[in-house]
């Protein structure tokens, strides 16, 4: 006799990894069927629909359940024509005289996996980290104060005031020493003693 652990709503699976998304499918089509409970045609084929098109069931549960909601929707009055199929993510027979990973097939209908997801978040995080460097750079080497160079961009501030503050004050030594020395001097002098 099969294992036992193998066996969810009266399949048996081969691989512990299928026994999980279809106990996690079991408990996803309870859930739909609470929360589409009461609903009429219209209402219950866009639920239908939605289920669909994001492939929410890949298993025998989960196609199971599509098959009941198909019921439905036909007992609701809603046309056989707009009830789409049921999708099949694979294939049933040999393909080239070998058997056909399921998994493979299924991945490839556009679900991302987990590795997958680890490497774009990997590659995220390392775009991220050079963007954050790169504003540290930028808030280093900027001439506006800001808490990481505010010390450094007021000391030159100041030391330029203080450089033109000179060059000023030795401008008016120059024009006070043209003024003392030239004959603006004994004119200067006149004033002076005239007062």
Same mark, same amino acid.
Request: hydrophobic share 35%; proline share 3%.
């Given at each position: 006799?099969? *294992?036992?652990?193998?066996f969810?709503? %009266?399949?048996?699976?081969?691989?512990?990894?299928?026994?999980?998304?279809? #106990?996690?499918? #079991?408990? #996803?089509?309870?859930?739909?069927?609470?929360? $589409?409970? %009461?609903?009429?045609?219209?209402?219950?084929?866009?639920?239908?629909?939605?289920? @669909? *098109?994001?492939?929410?069931f890949?298993?025998?549960?989960?196609?199971?359940?599509?098959?009941k909601l198909q019921?439905?929707?036909? @007992?609701?009055?809603?046309?056989?024509?707009?009830?789409?199929?049921?999708?099949?993510?694979?294939?049933?027979?040999?393909?080239? %005289? &070998?058997?056909?990973? +399921?998994?493979?097939?299924? !991945?490839?209908?556009? &679900?991302?996996? &987990?590795? *997958? /997801?680890? /490497?774009?978040? !990997?590659? $995220?995080?390392?775009?991220?980290?050079? @963007?954050?460097? +790169?504003?540290?750079?930028?808030?280093?080497?900027?001439?506006?104060?800001?808490?990481?160079?505010?010390?450094?961009? !007021?000391?030159?501030?100041?030391?330029?005031?203080?450089?033109?503050?000179?060059?000023?004050?030795?401008e @008016?030594?120059?024009?006070?020493?043209?003024?003392?020395? %030239?004959?603006?001097?004994?004119?200067?002098?006149?004033?002076?003693?005239?007062?």
């Amino acid at each position: 006799m099969a *294992d036992k652990e193998y066996f969810v709503g %009266g399949y048996y699976f081969n691989s512990k990894e299928d026994v999980k998304q279809a #106990q996690k499918e #079991q408990k #996803q089509a309870e859930y739909f069927e609470s929360k $589409l409970e %009461g609903r009429n045609g219209p209402g219950m084929l866009a639920a239908y629909d939605k289920i @669909l *098109d994001q492939k929410i069931f890949v298993t025998p549960i989960g196609w199971t359940y599509l098959l009941k909601l198909q019921e439905k929707l036909r @007992l609701l009055g809603v046309a056989e024509e707009k009830i789409r199929p049921v999708p099949m993510y694979f294939n049933f027979t040999l393909k080239n %005289g &070998k058997k056909e990973e +399921a998994a493979q097939r299924i !991945i490839s209908s556009g &679900k991302k996996t &987990k590795s *997958d /997801k680890g /490497k774009i978040s !990997i590659i $995220l995080n390392f775009v991220l980290a050079g @963007l954050v460097l +790169a504003m540290f750079g930028i808030a280093l080497s900027g001439n506006n104060p800001n808490i990481l160079n505010y010390k450094r961009v !007021i000391l030159n501030e100041y030391a330029s005031w203080e450089q033109e503050l000179t060059k000023r004050e030795q401008e @008016l030594k120059k024009k006070e020493a043209e003024l003392l020395n %030239g004959t603006d001097n004994e004119t200067f002098l006149n004033e002076q003693s005239g007062n």
